[in-house]
């Protein structure tokens, strides 16, 4: 029995979780909220489960790092789906953000940057639909 429904959230640690949540608002247009304290920015982005056809929420947060030591090595990807490749490309490059060239597969677009902290970040445009 597979009792893995969906992945419930994303949650970047960050040691200036201001400044790296700034850096997604940006440039790609997350809007997010912020706890009282300022030690967390979060958005809850909707979507409809396909068993029942209900509304329920993916998490994405940046969360002030706590007692959790530097990783050098960042051993994850994050995939944000995305839409107008070329646009959202152009206005990183333009903003000094690097990025690399498009690659086209069946299963859309492709391109690979990395955020303020190293974090390693795939876009992907699904031109399937």
């Known amino acids: 029995m597979n009792h893995l429904a969906q992945i419930g959230g994303v949650f970047i640690y960050s040691e200036n979780p201001q400044h790296l949540a700034d850096w997604y608002a940006q440039h790609l247009g997350i809007v997010y909220e912020v706890a009282p304290d300022g030690s967390a ?9 396909l068993d029942e056809g209900k509304k329920a929420y993916f998490a994405w947060s940046v969360i002030k790092s706590k007692k959790r030591p530097p990783v050098e090595f960042k051993p994850y990807m994050i995939n944000y789906r995305v839409v107008d490749m070329e646009g959202l490309v152009q206005k990183l490059r333009n903003a000094g953000v690097e990025v ?6 069946n299963e859309g677009k ?3 940057l990395h955020d303020p902290e190293g974090n390693q970040l795939e876009l992907w445009e699904d031109t399937s639909l």
Do not use: G, N
């Not at 920015?41 to 489960?49: D, E, G, R, V």
């Not at 690399?100 to 597969?105: A, C, G, P, T, W």
């Open 41 to 49: 920015y979060y958005a809850s982005l909707p979507y409809l489960t």
């Open 100 to 105: 690399k060239d498009i690659e086209v597969y």
């Open 110 to 112: 492709f391109t690979w």
